[in-house]
């Protein structure tokens, strides 16, 4: 399986921003859908956002709707989740997830390949 491999997290104060990198394969990210996950201590993985391998089509999860969002450059080979306006409910470990082409799932089950995680944590 393609190596994906995030960076970009940090300790951040509430209000702050991040952007998340996840760099794939050129292969990976020209091919398949590309979602961002995030899990928090004793809780499940939850959808953040996706985007499609065309780039055209993105879904964001209700808790990221207007804060954040996930774009891909494939000359760099780096899928991108840009987070602004962070909340202390907002901290968990995020994770790059590669899913096969089609329309963007919100399903831990589409996702195939998963990055190790980059740790968010936003102080109040």
């Known amino acids: 399986q393609a190596q994906l491999v995030e960076s970009g997290g940090g300790l951040v104060q509430a209000g702050d921003s991040l952007r998340l990198s996840c760099t794939a394969p050129?292969?990976?990210?020209?091919?398949?859908?590309m979602g961002w996950f995030r899990q928090a201590p004793g809780k499940e993985r939850e959808f953040v956002a996706a985007i499609a391998r065309t780039g055209h089509s993105t879904v964001n999860s209700d808790s990221a709707k207007g804060r954040f969002a996930i774009s891909r450059d494939t000359a760099k080979n780096t899928v991108y989740l840009q987070m602004n306006n962070l909340r202390p409910e907002d901290t968990a470990v995020y994770y790059c997830?590669?899913?096969?082409?089609?329309?963007?799932?919100?399903?831990?089950?589409?996702?195939?390949?998963w990055g190790q995680g980059t740790q968010v944590t936003v102080a109040s």
């Open positions: 050129a292969r990976t990210l020209g091919w398949y859908t």
């Open positions: 997830a590669a899913a096969q082409p089609g329309s963007p799932s919100r399903e831990v089950g589409s996702y195939s390949n």
